[in-house]
């Protein structure tokens, strides 16, 4: 689906009174409210890297960007909306999101050290359909942080505000550095 359709499923989600599963769980349906506001305002207010954007804008052969991830995902939704802005800077970039937990389960072939469904994953294909790199499923920075609250056993919510403040104070920057790196490969 293209980004148009995935801001759809959101959607529907949000104005569903009987929302189907996960979304049925409350838990899951306010993740999804969250990260709709999140992912919003970053489309508005998000800033685009200058060297990333010249980089983008020079590739010069089709690429397919394929983004795996979820309405109920908070890092996707600190993400997903760079991704979007960038490949929507070069007509030559087609995207194709795709939900992690719906068919294909295309995330089987991308799991996060070998064992998890993590996301959101960026994966840039040439026309041909080879995989050129793969990103995710958050800044190596905000991973850094994820590992260091997992291993002190940090509970739930405490692990959840601290990513968001990360995400909030970095404001795109990391991603931004790191799809650089990966395009000038």
Same mark, same amino acid.
């Given at each position: 689906?293209?980004?148009?359709?995935?801001?759809?499923?959101?959607?529907?989600?949000?104005?569903?009174?009987?929302?189907? +599963? #996960?979304?049925?769980?409350?838990?899951?349906?306010?993740?999804?409210?969250?990260?709709? *506001?999140?992912?919003?305002?970053?489309?508005? /207010?998000?800033?685009?890297?200058?060297?990333?954007? /010249? $980089?983008? &804008?020079?590739?010069?052969?089709?690429?397919?960007?394929?983004?795996?991830?979820?309405?109920? %995902?908070? =890092?996707?939704?600190? *993400?997903?909306?760079?991704?979007?802005?960038? $490949?929507? !800077?070069? #007509? !030559?970039?087609?995207?194709?999101?795709?939900?992690?937990?719906?068919?294909?389960?295309?995330?089987?072939?991308?799991? /996060?050290?070998?064992? *998890?469904?993590?996301?959101?994953? !960026?994966?840039?294909?040439?026309?041909?359909?080879? =995989?050129?790199?793969?990103?995710?499923?958050?800044? +190596?920075? %905000?991973?850094? @942080?994820?590992?260091?609250?997992? +291993? *002190?056993? +940090?509970?739930?919510? /405490?692990? &959840?505000? $601290?990513?968001?403040?990360?995400?909030?104070?970095? &404001?795109?920057?990391? @991603?931004?550095?790191?799809?650089? !790196?990966?395009?000038?490969?």
């Amino acid at each position: 689906m293209d980004f148009n359709a995935y801001e759809a499923v959101f959607q529907e989600i949000l104005h569903n009174p009987s929302p189907s +599963a #996960p979304y049925n769980n409350p838990d899951y349906l306010n993740y999804t409210k969250l990260n709709w *506001s999140r992912q919003s305002r970053w489309l508005k /207010t998000g800033k685009l890297n200058d060297d990333l954007a /010249t $980089a983008i &804008k020079n590739i010069a052969a089709p690429q397919q960007w394929i983004i795996i991830t979820e309405p109920w %995902c908070g =890092d996707a939704s600190h *993400s997903v909306p760079f991704i979007q802005m960038l $490949a929507a !800077l070069n #007509p !030559l970039i087609t995207t194709d999101y795709q939900l992690r937990d719906s068919p294909p389960h295309l995330i089987q072939q991308y799991l /996060t050290n070998g064992t *998890s469904k993590s996301i959101p994953k !960026l994966i840039m294909r040439d026309a041909a359909g080879k =995989d050129i790199a793969v990103w995710g499923p958050r800044p +190596a920075e %905000c991973q850094v @942080l994820y590992d260091e609250l997992h +291993a *002190s056993k +940090a509970d739930f919510e /405490t692990l &959840k505000i $601290a990513l968001q403040q990360w995400y909030n104070e970095d &404001k795109g920057v990391s @991603l931004q550095r790191e799809l650089l !790196l990966l395009i000038q490969q």
